[in-house]
């Protein structure tokens, strides 16, 4: 195969492979359209076309799709070849401009949020020219966005561009203020980290609550876990190793920039890191990503899960979304620079990021609200719902001096002594990391760390760059008025950090005492649920800056918070139907099976031994006759529960019932079989245990 840079982004319509095979005033034409949003020329879209089809089937490819990234969180994609009738009954390979920019998908088939009726099926997908097309199985594959025939989008890429589109223009207008003419754009960057785990497929394919849910429904605690942090960083099984080499070379052919890849902290769960990237085309790679570690995973007779919280007990999964802002000449607008405290124009943009994140708290908690990231945040691996911000001693002191006037000592660097001559002496950071920070400086960059592994990252960055937007908008709409700049800016980030300030916390995320303090004193928000969290969507304060930056359009926004109930909803019932269908045709029948062979076994040694008491035998036939009658009566209540649902006037009322009835009624039936799992012999058990799934891979 070569060397990595050899083959890396073979499958990719790059840069490269644009210059190589259009010609100069296309390609001219075609990066004008892709750096400063300039339209597309239909004679350009019938060129590029052209190149692209020809560059595609010399790859192998034979169909083309569209691919998008509708309102169920995963990707989308049909495919038509390329070819066309011949006047002499063969085929030709075509491929046209009109086909590039446009396709029709069926609009009502996806979730609109009643946006689309069943019978309006009319849906457009239109070519997104700012994320290169690529090939996978044989298949050309443009990025595109998705909207209804009203022009609403249905998609998450369509209110992420939008996005972007909204903080690069209040960006430009606050550079401009501090001088900087040559900028021509602002772009966000970011790249997400992937937890996941691996579980061998012949035990996955036994467990209905992993093929239905994606996590496991019943599982007792196996004998070890992750008490004795030997997973994390330790040395990678040979077979997860050879994944993980397969899966770098698919990654890497289609231009990923897979960078890092470790054990995580409980078994059989690992992460990888690319590097950062425009978050637009990280958004689209994120996808690719879980698609590709499934995909390869299969090969490898594993399977790749992607839920926050496949197993109780141990770490779950998240998805930690490093955020930065980056000007087209090069430079880091979050970064500090070596003085900081004299670096107004990075003060300035690092208040719009404390002031959105505390005026716009709700809509990132909303941003990652999910069923299955509901059974994480707040556990021992994620941060809280509570969210807030962690700057580190330095920034923490040169904000405090700035609120104060008063002078900036700085903070002195130390140089770390190990104490071993031979080993190097390094300056230590001014910062430490604070893995318990939903939203934590770290250095040039921000890391939101509460989505969940499953998330799309781009909702997430949709509400982050929107949010910021609207923070840099105030600033610039007060600067630009200003007869003393120096003063209104120095007065701007003043006031930013004395309204502000309740969002910054550099302490312990998981400490009671913080959370009681956070939302009885400061007035911080605590959604704890999906149901708590997804009504805010359409607060009043929240429609008006999301309508007014032209992200989401009120239909849109309303739409959004529907469907997020009923995805919540479904999954939800989805698990509650499995847990009954697990307990009743699996569970119930091998522990009574098993009572019955330990009753048999009982009658046997009595037949042989008329004078034992087989007290052990009676007890444990007695505790798990039990254990199956309650198990029956809590199945019977959680299938009643769930019946209940239908009595609820709207989706949003479902969603509290859920809350508040299916789910401790589930957590309740667990709680039996998990039980009676303990004291089930093995041979008696009707699938894999967590010590096969969590230890089976080697």
Not at 80 to 100: H, T
Not at 546 to 562: G, I, M, N, W
Not at 632 to 650: F, H, I, M, P, W
Request: hydrophobic share 40%; with cysteine.
């Amino acid at each position: 195969m070569g060397t990595v840079p050899a083959y890396f982004g073979c499958l990719v319509f790059d840069d490269r492979v644009m210059k190589a095979n259009l010609s100069a005033s296309v390609y001219r034409s075609l990066k004008k359209t892709i750096d400063e949003g300039a339209k597309l020329d239909s004679g350009v879209a019938n060129a590029v076309a052209e190149a692209m089809k020809n560059w595609a089937v010399s790859n192998g490819a034979t169909h083309f799709t569209h691919w998008f990234q509708p309102l169920t969180g995963i990707t989308a994609e049909k495919h038509d070849s390329f070819i066309a009738p011949a006047p002499d009954g063969g085929v030709i390979m075509d491929f046209s401009g009109k086909e590039l920019i446009k396709g029709e998908p069926d609009a009502s088939s996806f979730p609109s949020g009643g946006l689309r009726a069943t019978f309006e099926a009319r849906g457009y997908t239109a070519w997104d020219p700012t994320s290169f097309a690529f090939i996978k199985d044989k298949t050309l594959c443009i990025p595109t966005a998705f909207c209804s025939y009203g022009g609403e989008a249905l998609d998450k890429k369509t209110p992420l561009l939008r996005s972007m589109e909204a903080l690069n223009k209040q960006a430009m207008r606050i550079l401009k203020l501090f001088g900087n003419e040559d900028v021509k754009c602002v772009r966000t960057s970011v790249g997400p980290e992937q937890e996941y785990f691996l579980v061998d497929k012949a035990l996955y394919e036994q467990r209905k609550d992993l093929i239905f849910t994606g996590r496991t429904l019943f599982g007792a605690k196996p004998p070890k876990g992750q008490e004795m942090d030997d997973h994390y960083f330790g040395v990678i099984k040979p077979r997860v190793a050879a994944y993980m080499a397969d899966l770098n070379d698919q990654l890497w052919k289609l231009g990923i920039l897979a960078k890092t890849e470790h054990n995580e902290v409980a078994p059989a769960q690992h992460e990888l890191a690319p590097i950062y990237t425009t978050t637009n085309i990280a958004t689209d790679h994120n996808q690719l990503t879980m698609e590709i570690m499934q995909k390869v995973a299969a090969k490898h007779d594993l399977v790749c899960l992607l839920h926050e919280k496949p197993f109780a007990g141990v770490n779950g999964s998240g998805k930690h979304n490093n955020w930065s802002l980056a000007t087209d000449t090069g430079i880091n607008l979050l970064s500090p620079g070596e003085t900081p405290y004299e670096n107004a124009q990075f003060l300035l943009f690092l208040c719009a990021v404390i002031k959105a994140v505390d005026d716009y708290q709700d809509l990132l908690r909303i941003a990652v609200a999910t069923a299955g990231n509901d059974h994480r945040l707040g556990a021992n691996e994620a941060p809280p719902a509570v969210v807030s911000i962690f700057l580190g001693d330095e920034l923490t002191g040169i904000l405090d001096a700035i609120e104060t006037d008063a002078p900036y000592a700085g903070v002195k660097k130390t140089t770390m002594k190990l104490g071993v001559d031979v080993l190097p002496r390094f300056a230590r950071d001014t910062t430490d990391r604070n893995r318990t920070s939903p939203f934590a400086f770290t250095g040039n960059k921000f890391e939101f760390r509460m989505l969940g592994s499953s998330n799309s990252i781009a909702c997430a960055n949709i509400m982050l760059n929107a949010a910021v937007a609207e923070s840099l908008k105030q600033y610039a709409d007060d600067l630009e008025q200003a007869e003393n700049f120096e003063q209104a800016l120095h007065d701007r980030i003043q006031k930013t950090i004395r309204d502000h300030k309740r969002i910054i916390f550099n302490g312990n995320g998981y400490d009671d005492a913080w959370i009681k303090k956070a939302t009885e004193q400061l007035g911080l928000l605590n959604y704890r649920t999906t149901p708590d969290c997804i009504p805010h969507l359409l607060d009043e304060k929240n429609v008006q800056m999301l309508t007014a930056h032209k992200v989401f359009s009120l239909s849109e926004l309303q739409s959004r918070c529907e469907i997020s109930l009923e995805n919540y909803c479904k999954a939800v019932v989805i698990e509650a139907n499995t847990m009954a269908d697990m307990a009743r045709k699996q569970i119930i029948p091998a522990v009574e099976s098993y009572a019955a062979e330990v009753a048999g076994s009982a009658a046997a040694k009595l037949s042989l031994v008329p004078d034992t008491a087989c007290s052990y035998e009676k007890n444990l036939v007695k505790k798990l006759s039990g254990l199956v009658d309650e198990m029956d009566q809590k199945t019977k209540e959680l299938l009643c529960a769930v019946q209940g649902l239908s009595a609820c006037a709207d989706v949003e009322h479902e969603g509290y019932a859920i809350r508040d009835t299916v789910l401790p009624k589930m957590n309740a039936l667990r709680a039996v079989a998990d039980e009676a799992e303990t004291l089930t012999a093995e041979a008696f058990w009707p699938f894999p245990t967590y010590s096969e799934l969590l230890f089976g891979v080697r």
